[in-house]
């Protein structure tokens, strides 16, 4: 079995400060890894993804994440934020399951709220 | 073009009845996920479409959930006599093919049950 943690539940922040989302996962298979951002009233949005190679992944909209296979971490980056950034932010796994789709099992989600 | 589109955007409904989610896919995609997102439960998987096939019900939450997929196309998620703890927005998701790992989501359907 799969499981995702968001170590933050709220993040508060100002603006042009750096931020650092956390997330950790657990599994006895191979995943690939995800973050997805949420604005109010819509639905999820890809921000970036992990499947192999490099550890470091750039994202959309200035976002990076970064893949530590030791400490089965992903955790999302971006260096200045801006108020627009303001939303949920749901860092997710997918298992590679022998039928070759991607069933997402998702964090309990992080509120960035960024303050000008 | 067009997203993945889901409706209705709002329903409210009484204990016991009877409701039918719809999600339109990206055209041309194959793969379609169910979500579910409750303050109690987060995000979970449904069910997951390939085709009109499901090979993947694991996350229904009880014989009350059911959904179809018809044409390849559009799906329907349908819950019968409706409990409280089925309030919850439901998102649909839409990929490429089954092993293409980007799913393009709806804006949900926030379901109220009073």
């Known amino acids: 079995a799969q499981s995702v943690t968001q170590l933050d539940s709220q993040v508060p922040v100002f603006e042009e400060a750096p931020v650092e989302l956390r997330c950790n996962y657990s599994?006895?298979?191979?995943?690939?890894l995800f973050w997805y951002v949420q604005y109010p009233n819509q639905g999820l949005q890809l921000l970036l993804k992990?499947?192999?190679?490099?550890?470091l992944v750039k994202g959309i909209n200035g976002f990076e994440a970064e893949f530590n296979k030791s400490q089965t971490s992903f955790h999302l980056r971006k260096p200045s934020v801006h108020i627009s950034d303001t939303a949920e932010y749901f860092c997710?796994?997918?298992?590679?399951?022998?039928?070759?789709?991607?069933?997402?099992?998702f964090g309990a989600g992080t509120r960035l709220a960024v303050h000008p | 073009g067009a997203g993945v589109s889901q409706s209705p955007s709002n329903k409210v409904t009484e204990k016991g009845k009877d409701v039918e989610l719809r999600c339109d896919p990206i055209?041309?995609?194959?793969?379609l996920y169910w979500y579910r997102q409750s303050l109690g439960q987060g995000l979970e998987f449904l069910i997951y479409?390939?085709?009109?096939?499901?090979?993947?019900k694991s996350g229904l939450p009880s014989d009350r959930f059911s959904a179809e997929r018809t044409g390849g196309s559009v799906s329907t998620l349908t819950i019968q006599r409706t409990q409280q703890e089925d309030s919850a927005v439901y998102l649909c998701?839409?990929?490429?093919?089954?092993?293409?790992?980007?799913?393009?989501f709806g804006p949900g359907t926030r379901l109220l049950v009073l």
């Open positions: 599994s006895s298979v191979s995943v690939y």
């Open positions: 479409f390939q085709g009109n096939s499901a090979p993947d």
């Open positions: 055209s041309g995609h194959t793969a």
């Open positions: 992990y499947l192999s190679g490099s550890t």
């Open positions: 998701a839409s990929s490429l093919a089954s092993g293409s790992e980007t799913q393009y």
């Open positions: 997710a796994v997918s298992p590679l399951l022998s039928g070759g789709y991607n069933k997402l099992i």
